[in-house]
């Protein structure tokens, strides 16, 4: 471990976490981290799960087993975030080091490090052609990366204050990206220019998604709200509350029909987009739930939790 997270890691481990029924809906937990999970991904098939967590580790699990397939290692401190590009043959991971990194997921090799941000990477995102890496910081800047190279192509500039999270557009033109300023910003992907602005009213958003069709946006933070907004307008259509402390992590199902989040609250939920209404509340973490993902078949959530669990659910 590097130094921070031996210092952040100590408390963690003399925490005494306390015991909760777990809901009837849990398929499996899955154990492996040394701290915190920051970061959980399904592979296009739904058969792997990637991991990033405080040990500084990424991971990749076999969904059925429940077992590690790979444990990756280079990061200096802890891993922010992770993801799984759509073609199936890469992971990437974002650190708190000011690095990201390109694995191969078959071998756990890897590939690439980016270097180029200033501050901790908050987020990557592989693009729908699974060609480019985009990343976001808390040195306020987007950058794209070349994955077959790892070479950065772009810098986009804008925000002016710390970037927490983005997302690419189904389609591959667009970008979405939000942070610390109350605004979610769209960009041009191909030009890096700045094509819309939308006022959210929210001090600290920690995650942000397009619609599988690309009509809507969804946004969770620091209010302990998910709000679902226009995408051609940024009218905010629907805020879905039930959460009792910041929402870290939303993503909408592969049909779009439903949501899933996760809150420093413990709790995973699940919401129906059209209604706005919850659906269920999935309890069984003993401490704040950092990242949520549905699995390609829309059957599953995947959730990763402080508590060093990454949990499966089956969707009600």
Same mark, same amino acid.
């Given at each position: 471990? #590097?130094?921070?997270?031996?210092?952040?890691?100590?408390?963690?481990?003399?925490?005494?976490?306390?015991?909760?029924?777990? *809901?009837?809906?849990?398929? &499996?937990?899955?154990? #492996?981290?040394?701290?915190?999970?920051?970061?959980?991904?399904?592979?296009?098939?739904?058969?792997?799960?990637?991991?990033?967590?405080?040990?500084?580790?990424?991971?990749?699990?076999?969904?059925?087993?429940?077992?590690?397939?790979?444990?990756?290692?280079?990061?200096?401190?802890?891993?922010?975030?992770?993801?799984?590009?759509?073609?199936?043959?890469?992971?990437?991971?974002?650190?708190? *080091?000011?690095?990201?990194?390109?694995?191969?997921?078959?071998?756990?090799?890897?590939?690439?490090?980016?270097?180029?941000?200033?501050?901790?990477?908050?987020?990557?995102?592989?693009?729908?052609?699974?060609?480019?890496?985009?990343?976001?910081?808390?040195?306020?800047?987007?950058?794209?990366?070349?994955?077959?190279?790892?070479?950065?192509?772009?810098?986009?500039?804008?925000?002016?204050?710390?970037?927490?999270?983005?997302?690419?557009?189904?389609?591959? &033109?667009?970008?979405?990206?939000?942070?610390?300023?109350?605004?979610?910003?769209?960009? *041009?992907?191909?030009?890096?220019?700045?094509?819309?602005?939308?006022?959210?009213?929210?001090?600290?958003?920690?995650?942000?998604?397009?619609?599988?069709?690309?009509?809507?946006?969804?946004?969770?933070?620091?209010?302990?709200?998910?709000?679902?907004?226009?995408?051609?307008?940024?009218?905010?259509?629907?805020?879905?509350?039930?959460?009792?402390?910041?929402?870290?992590?939303?993503?909408?199902?592969?049909? #779009?029909?439903?949501?899933?989040?996760?809150?420093?609250?413990?709790?995973?939920?699940?919401? *129906?987009? &059209?209604?706005?209404?919850?659906?269920?509340?999935?309890?069984?973490?003993?401490?704040?739930?950092?990242?949520?993902?549905?699995?390609?078949?829309?059957?599953?959530?995947?959730?990763?939790?402080?508590?060093?669990?990454?949990?499966?659910?089956?969707?009600?």
């Amino acid at each position: 471990m #590097g130094f921070l997270s031996k210092i952040f890691g100590k408390k963690e481990e003399e925490l005494k976490r306390p015991t909760v029924r777990e *809901d009837v809906n849990l398929i &499996k937990t899955m154990e #492996g981290h040394l701290d915190r999970v920051l970061g959980v991904k399904f592979s296009p098939d739904g058969k792997k799960l990637v991991s990033g967590g405080f040990d500084e580790l990424v991971m990749l699990w076999d969904v059925e087993s429940g077992k590690p397939v790979h444990t990756m290692k280079g990061h200096d401190t802890w891993v922010e975030c992770i993801d799984y590009s759509p073609d199936g043959r890469k992971l990437a991971s974002g650190s708190t *080091d000011s690095t990201a990194r390109i694995w191969d997921a078959a071998t756990g090799a890897c590939l690439h490090l980016c270097k180029g941000h200033d501050t901790a990477v908050r987020m990557v995102a592989f693009s729908p052609d699974s060609k480019v890496l985009a990343t976001c910081s808390r040195d306020t800047t987007i950058r794209l990366w070349d994955v077959e190279t790892g070479k950065e192509t772009a810098k986009i500039l804008g925000h002016k204050s710390y970037i927490e999270c983005l997302a690419w557009s189904h389609d591959g &033109k667009r970008l979405v990206s939000c942070g610390e300023e109350p605004v979610v910003r769209i960009w *041009d992907a191909e030009s890096g220019k700045n094509i819309a602005n939308y006022q959210t009213g929210d001090t600290l958003s920690h995650s942000v998604s397009f619609s599988p069709d690309d009509s809507l946006i969804v946004l969770c933070g620091r209010d302990a709200k998910v709000k679902i907004l226009d995408a051609a307008s940024g009218q905010i259509l629907k805020v879905l509350e039930g959460h009792e402390d910041a929402v870290r992590s939303v993503c909408f199902s592969p049909d #779009g029909s439903v949501l899933a989040s996760a809150a420093n609250d413990e709790r995973v939920c699940l919401w *129906d987009v &059209k209604a706005g209404t919850l659906l269920h509340t999935y309890r069984g973490h003993t401490l704040e739930v950092q990242s949520v993902d549905i699995s390609p078949d829309g059957r599953i959530i995947a959730s990763g939790s402080d508590d060093r669990k990454i949990k499966l659910w089956g969707i009600r």
